[in-house]
RNA sequence: GGAGAGAUGGCCGAGUGGUCGAAGGCGCUUGCCUGCUAAGCAAGUGUGGGUUUUUCCCACCGUGGGUUCAAAUCCCACUCUCUCCGCCA
């Protein structure tokens, strides 16, 4: 893959200052076009000097080629010194080119995406724009609990020998807390395969480096990373990774788009750098469940299927009766591979507060381009695809939300009318 | 883990040092033919980059090195795939 192919050279080179404008919009962002630039300038020059010798040392070899064919030794002799001497001189010149492609690419690879024109300027989470709600907050006749309490005090929820297992940030589940995280998990891949459209995906929970660069976890955020040292595999952090990167390399055909895929797995996350945050309870955890929504989309739909996507998420609140809220982040806050996101907050009694429960995003071609992955137009010309990401949903933080949402004063949690199927038509746990 | 085989264009597949960016086939596109479909005939058909941008040039045959004036082709390392053996959920 051609390194300048990482972010739009071309458009850079042209429009340098509108994508300057743009990324600024984002929280400490350095301005790294401006170096970008300086060394796409330098490559190019390198490139074209390199491209002239080159061309010399091939037509000597060509006219080697013919001495020999016409058994004239002595004439090959004499413009052998010279190819030699091109050869060498060709050597230290890929030298050169290899140090400035190296230092573009680690320049590149840390450029997050462009945001989109649209996405609300502001310098953090305070600033993200509420764009619609859906249900009201139950009002409770008793004191509801926050789902730790309620969760430890019923045996459905065990903290303290998960951290005896593995740390802080670990839960054991017990009896109707497991069975419920998989009714969960089983609902709402149900929902996105027969209703949405979304062919359901299992895929590895260990990935490579390779795989992590190409959807742009790493290099910036490797210490957010569980990884295996002996094998450099990576626990996921979430299933966009492995179904963001599932056609890397590959040309699609048009008429083949949008893939929409849905897939359950685990998400590891270390969770470094937040402190102090969530510590109590399910809500920040090093290992949670999640059902992911992927879509591979032409770049003209990427937006409108940003919709459509944001919609199948929140779909499945609305089936469990959930009040939620749908906020658009802004730049400040915007995600590094994302260019426009929307978030889905789900109402928690004892946050007082809506709390994320799915993040959608719009990639455009920012993963496209690293993992090369391209589709073939009508006219025959090819062009990277868009993909999009979005929770469909984080499962354990939807538990969360039916055991503080659902809870009874007795402490027993009723169990949400589409999830009984799934529960042997169990009505309360 | 041990032994062996392999990795070439959208796909199959030929190619062991010099007009090979790559034969042949399939597929695809266009034209002819055709009542429609199919078949047939003809032509075209990889990607990326540079440039003085209807031109010329460069790079790419798993990845990275090496030998050579010249590498898909020879040498080294690595990765992956397949077959057999061992182990195993």
């Not at 051609?2 to 919009?25: F, H, P, Q």
């Not at 300038?41 to 091939?58: C, D, F, Q, V, Y």
């Not at 959807?215 to 002996?230: I, Q, V, W």
């Not at 949690?413 to 042997?424: D, G, Q």
């Given at each position: 893959m051609?390194?300048?192919?990482?972010?739009?050279?071309?458009?850079?080179?042209?429009?340098?200052?509108?994508?300057?404008d743009l990324l600024k919009r984002r929280k400490k962002m350095p301005d790294n076009i401006d170096k970008v630039l300086k060394i796409d300038e330098?490559?190019?020059?390198?490139?074209?000097?390199?491209?002239?010798?080159?061309?010399?040392?091939?037509?000597i070899s060509k006219e080697v080629a013919k001495f020999k064919a016409s058994k004239d030794e002595k004439g090959a002799e004499k413009i052998l010194a010279r190819g030699k001497e091109l050869s060498t001189e060709i050597k230290i010149k890929e030298g050169e080119l290899s140090k400035l492609q190296k230092r573009l690419k680690e320049l590149l690879l840390i450029i997050p995406n462009v945001p989109f024109e649209k996405v609300p300027i502001g310098k953090d989470e305070t600033e993200n724009v509420e764009l619609r709600r859906w249900g009201e907050p139950r009002k409770f006749n008793f004191k509801p609990k926050a789902h730790w309490d309620l969760g430890s005090k019923r045996g459905l929820l065990d903290f303290e020998?998960?951290?005896?297992?593995?740390?802080?940030?670990?839960?054991?589940?017990?009896r109707g807390a497991a069975q419920m995280e998989r009714a969960l998990i089983s609902f709402m891949l149900d929902l996105h395969t027969s209703k949405h459209g979304y062919t359901?995906?299992?895929?590895?929970?260990?990935?490579?480096?390779?795989?992590?660069?190409?959807?742009?976890?790493?290099?910036?955020?490797?210490?957010?990373?569980?990884?295996?040292?002996?094998?450099?595999?990576?626990?996921?952090?979430?299933?966009?990774?492995?179904?963001?990167?599932?056609?890397?390399?590959?040309?699609?055909e048009e008429k083949?788009?949008?893939?929409?895929?849905?897939?359950?797995?685990?998400?590891?996350?270390?969770?470094?750098?937040?402190?102090?945050?969530?510590?109590?309870?399910?809500?920040?955890?090093?290992?949670?469940d999640k059902v992911e929504l992927v879509m591979y989309t032409t770049p003209n739909k990427s937006y409108e299927n940003l919709e459509s996507l944001t919609h199948d998420a929140e779909e499945v609140l609305q089936y469990l009766k959930l009040p939620y809220r749908v906020i658009e982040i802004c730049t400040g806050d915007l995600g590094f591979v994302a260019s426009r996101t929307y978030d889905i907050e789900a109402w928690l009694p004892s946050y007082d507060d809506y709390k994320e429960i799915s993040s959608c995003s719009?990639?455009?071609?920012?993963?496209?381009?690293?993992?090369?992955?391209?589709?073939?137009?009508?006219?025959?010309?090819?062009d990277f695809i868009h993909t999009l990401n979005g929770s469909g949903l984080a499962v354990g933080r939807t538990l969360v939300a039916i055991f503080e949402n659902y809870q009874k004063e007795n402490g027993m949690i009723e169990v949400p009318e589409v999830l009984r199927p799934y529960m042997r038509n169990k009505e309360e746990i």
């Amino acid at each position: 893959m051609e390194v300048r192919a990482l972010l739009d050279i071309k458009l850079i080179r042209s429009d340098s200052d509108r994508i300057k404008d743009l990324l600024k919009r984002r929280k400490k962002m350095p301005d790294n076009i401006d170096k970008v630039l300086k060394i796409d300038e330098g490559l190019r020059e390198i490139t074209t000097k390199l491209n002239s010798m080159r061309a010399e040392r091939n037509s000597i070899s060509k006219e080697v080629a013919k001495f020999k064919a016409s058994k004239d030794e002595k004439g090959a002799e004499k413009i052998l010194a010279r190819g030699k001497e091109l050869s060498t001189e060709i050597k230290i010149k890929e030298g050169e080119l290899s140090k400035l492609q190296k230092r573009l690419k680690e320049l590149l690879l840390i450029i997050p995406n462009v945001p989109f024109e649209k996405v609300p300027i502001g310098k953090d989470e305070t600033e993200n724009v509420e764009l619609r709600r859906w249900g009201e907050p139950r009002k409770f006749n008793f004191k509801p609990k926050a789902h730790w309490d309620l969760g430890s005090k019923r045996g459905l929820l065990d903290f303290e020998r998960a951290s005896k297992l593995s740390g802080s940030r670990f839960t054991v589940l017990y009896r109707g807390a497991a069975q419920m995280e998989r009714a969960l998990i089983s609902f709402m891949l149900d929902l996105h395969t027969s209703k949405h459209g979304y062919t359901e995906v299992m895929p590895p929970h260990l990935v490579s480096r390779e795989t992590m660069i190409n959807t742009g976890k790493l290099p910036k955020f490797e210490e957010e990373s569980y990884s295996t040292t002996l094998d450099d595999l990576f626990l996921i952090p979430t299933a966009e990774v492995p179904l963001s990167a599932l056609h890397g390399g590959e040309i699609l055909e048009e008429k083949s788009l949008p893939l929409k895929y849905v897939a359950y797995t685990p998400c590891y996350r270390r969770e470094a750098g937040s402190y102090g945050k969530d510590v109590k309870g399910m809500i920040r955890q090093h290992q949670f469940d999640k059902v992911e929504l992927v879509m591979y989309t032409t770049p003209n739909k990427s937006y409108e299927n940003l919709e459509s996507l944001t919609h199948d998420a929140e779909e499945v609140l609305q089936y469990l009766k959930l009040p939620y809220r749908v906020i658009e982040i802004c730049t400040g806050d915007l995600g590094f591979v994302a260019s426009r996101t929307y978030d889905i907050e789900a109402w928690l009694p004892s946050y007082d507060d809506y709390k994320e429960i799915s993040s959608c995003s719009n990639v455009t071609d920012y993963q496209a381009r690293r993992a090369n992955m391209r589709y073939r137009k009508s006219d025959n010309t090819l062009d990277f695809i868009h993909t999009l990401n979005g929770s469909g949903l984080a499962v354990g933080r939807t538990l969360v939300a039916i055991f503080e949402n659902y809870q009874k004063e007795n402490g027993m949690i009723e169990v949400p009318e589409v999830l009984r199927p799934y529960m042997r038509n169990k009505e309360e746990i």
